[in-house]
């Protein structure tokens, strides 16, 4: 079946840093990548929605300055956390869209800025 | 807009028995897709069920059902003969609309599992 690497897995980075996660789409092509943050017990909160070889769409509310993402290839898209804060702590998740109404998940990132 | 409501946010139930989780939504498309994802203790988020708004028959997948009422917006999801391994976060979700992606999820619903 379709697979998204998404990597790493769990990161800890000190206040003020920068953090890049990679989402790959292993043995398909992900023209549309979306980028979720989920809190502890709730639900996932769309944050953006990238395509390949143009700018991202950002949600109302997300500061795109502060979570870059770029989607430069069919099987590579980023999320940049810049300059991130404790409250950027968080679990992300990626997902690419297959087409037919498929969506493969990412296994998600544990972010801890302390 | 368009919304999805999962009413209840723990239910546990015995091992072998079945259960229900809630879902309704709120759509003025006509066409539509609605779906159950499962997210274990591991946070992976795995498909369970999927229904297209189109399809009268009630989708089912072994153990897992759905009860698909579109005039009443709502699109129950049955576990029967439940299992240790079924303990997870359940998210009913929704997409809509010609040429819409997005996916729009619920609250979720927590289910425990009890031996």
């Known amino acids: 079946g379709a697979v998204v690497s998404q990597h790493p897995s769990w990161v800890i980075c000190k206040s003020g840093t920068s953090v890049k996660i990679e989402c790959r789409s292993l043995d398909f092509q992900a023209t549309t990548m979306f980028w979720y943050r989920q809190f502890p017990k709730q639900s996932l909160m769309l944050m953006a929605t990238s395509n390949e070889g143009s700018k991202a769409t950002y949600e109302q509310g997300v500061e795109k300055d502060k979570f870059l993402i770029n989607h430069a290839s069919l099987t590579l898209s980023t999320l940049t956390v810049t300059s991130a804060h404790p409250e950027d702590s968080s679990f992300y998740i990626c997902?690419?869209?297959?087409?037919?109404?498929?969506?493969?998940f990412g296994s998600g990132t544990r972010l801890t800025v302390v | 807009a368009q919304t999805v409501t999962q009413s209840q946010p723990e239910m546990s139930v015995q091992e072998a028995e079945t259960v229900t989780l809630s879902c309704t939504y709120d759509t003025s498309e006509s066409n539509y897709y609605l779906f159950w994802y499962k997210q274990p203790p591991s946070r992976q988020m795995i498909l369970v069920i999927r229904?297209?708004?189109?399809?009268?028959q009630n989708a089912t997948e072994n153990r897992f059902s759905v009860n698909f009422q579109k005039a009443a917006k709502s699109f129950s999801l049955k576990i029967s003969d439940s299992q240790l391994g079924d303990t997870a976060m359940y998210f009913c979700?929704?997409?809509?609309?010609?040429?819409?992606?997005?996916?729009?999820f619920g609250t979720g619903t927590r289910l425990t599992i009890i031996p």
């Open positions: 229904q297209e708004a189109y399809k009268q």
């Open positions: 997902s690419a869209y297959q087409g037919a109404y498929g969506y493969t």
């Open positions: 979700a929704f997409i809509g609309g010609f040429g819409n992606e997005k996916l729009t």
